[in-house]
């Protein structure tokens, strides 16, 4: 079974930079994407940005213009740049693979999320 295993997340001042990093592991898949959700307690788990193999990539509408998500499909890996920070960016930072099962059929696999808190 996939394994999703995300790090860097911290405490940072507003304005300041963070950089998260995820890996995927767990034998041989295909993976469709992997990104990035955030989530408050109490509050949805929303898209960050997502990165799919083609390089094509989805950013939720908070973040555009100051995160940006890169990665290698060939080592199952990705990484989120987080400039510009605010308060309202704290959050658990969730990785996402989509594993590719069929031509039809996805699975989401999260990992435990890293904490990012964004204050003065």
């Known amino acids: 079974q996939v394994q999703v295993l995300e790090s860097g997340g911290g405490l940072v001042q507003p304005g300041g930079s963070l950089r998260l990093s995820c890996v995927a592991s767990?034998?041989?898949?295909?993976?469709?994407?992997m990104g990035w959700y955030r989530q408050v307690p109490g509050e949805d788990r929303d898209l960050v940005a997502l990165?799919?193999?083609?390089?094509?990539?989805n950013y939720g509408n908070k973040v555009k213009g100051r995160f940006t998500i890169s990665g290698d499909s060939a080592k199952n890996t990705v990484h989120l740049q987080m400039n510009s920070l605010k308060p309202e960016d704290t959050a658990v930072y969730y990785c996402?693979?989509?594993?590719?099962?069929?031509?039809?059929?996805?699975?989401?696999?999260w990992g435990q999320g890293t904490q990012v808190t964004v204050s003065s």
């Open positions: 996402i693979a989509l594993e590719r099962l069929s031509a039809l059929d996805e699975a989401a696999h």
């Open positions: 767990g034998g041989v898949f295909d993976l469709n994407a």
């Open positions: 990165m799919h193999t083609s390089g094509s990539t």
